[in-house]
T-cell receptor, first 114, second 109 residues
Framework: KAGVTQTPRYLIKTRGQQVTLSCSPI?????VSWYQQTPGQGLQFLFE???????NKGNFPGRFSGRQFSNSRSEMNVSTLELGDSALYLC?????????????FGEGSRLTVL | DQQVKQNSPSLSVQEGRISILNCDYT??????FLWYKKYPAEGPTFLIS?????DKNEDGRFTVFLNKSAKHLSLHIVPSQPGDSAVYFC????????FGTGTSLTVIP
């Protein structure tokens, strides 16, 4: 069974640009969540999608957005990049959205903003 | 507002000894708790979980203890092995997962 796949793995952008990250969940998983990991801040929840609908959203500015497609693949977009957006962005999928199942993480997309 | 806290950023333990990683939470509504392990350049992987109706769950060398009155969670690794060296995240959930900031464990051979 293929795991969670995130692309690209690494990318470098400059301030003011925008970026789109992609996540393909495990087959059969309908919930996709996005997290930002920075040193000292742990995993900060960005948003969760289930059946193409945003179910929960973390405390991030509107520059961070996402969507989910009918095949459960998800994308997140960050517009007007700032230096502080440099982080590892992790996607996780789960079978459902009950909060009692296991989250399966991808390897992450490491974004560097110069 | 950090609802799940891991106050020790790092921990070093000798091989064969016990590793104890701690986690505190603030929301008494959390009903499910998990530990994840993360190696560099990899995504976190699930280690062990516990429901709020239990106070202990064991899986091989790993045991998680839950003290609801203290809102405290701990992970015990016995015996510790060099391959256990990684960053450990605790997480709590009530409809949504909240993660701690992580504890970097180093097991010294």
């Amino acid at each position: 069974k293929a795991g969670v796949t995130q692309t690209p793995r690494y990318l470098i952008k400059t301030r003011g640009q925008q970026v789109t990250l992609s996540c393909s969940p495990i087959s059969g998983h309908r919930s996709v969540s996005w997290y930002q990991q920075t040193p000292g801040q742990g995993l900060q929840f960005l948003f969760e999608y289930f059946s193409e609908t945003q179910r929960n959203k973390g405390n991030f500015p509107g520059r961070f957005s996402g969507r989910q497609f009918s095949n459960s693949r998800s994308e997140m977009n960050v517009s007007t990049l700032e230096l502080g957006d440099s982080a590892l962005y992790l996607c996780a999928s789960s079978v459902d959205t009950s909060g009692t199942g296991e989250l399966f993480f991808g390897e992450g997309s490491r974004l560097t903003v110069l | 507002d950090q609802q799940v806290k891991q106050n020790s950023p790092s921990l070093s333990v000798q091989e064969g000894r016990i590793s104890i990683l701690n986690c505190d939470y603030t929301n008494s509504m959390f009903d499910y708790f998990l530990w994840y392990k993360k190696y560099p350049a990899e995504g976190p992987t699930f280690l062990i979980s516990i429901s709020s109706i239990k106070d202990k769950n064991e899986d091989g060398r790993f045991t998680v203890f839950l003290n609801k009155s203290a809102k405290h969670l701990s992970l015990h690794i016995v015996p510790s092995q060099p391959g256990d060296s990684a960053v450990y995240f605790c997480a709590a959930s009530k409809d949504q997962f909240y993660f701690g900031t992580g504890t970097s464990l180093t097991v010294i051979p």
